[in-house]
């Protein structure tokens, strides 16, 4: 998550561009963030549990 936050906006005049996407499977872990000028994804496997 560090490495997302890196590319989150610190003031952007979207409030989307504040934030990260986070997108779970059943094996892995997607992170996503931009400020419009740099993106990043960064997919890491885990363990989801799905209640």
């Given amino acids: 998550m560090d490495i997302a936050t890196r590319f989150v906006a610190k003031n952007a005049t979207l409030p989307i561009l504040q934030n990260l996407y986070f997108k779970a499977s059943i094996d892995?872990?997607?992170l996503r963030a931009t400020d419009m000028e740099k993106y990043v994804e960064i997919e890491m496997p885990c363990n989801v549990v799905v209640e």
């Fill in 28 to 30: 892995s872990l997607i």
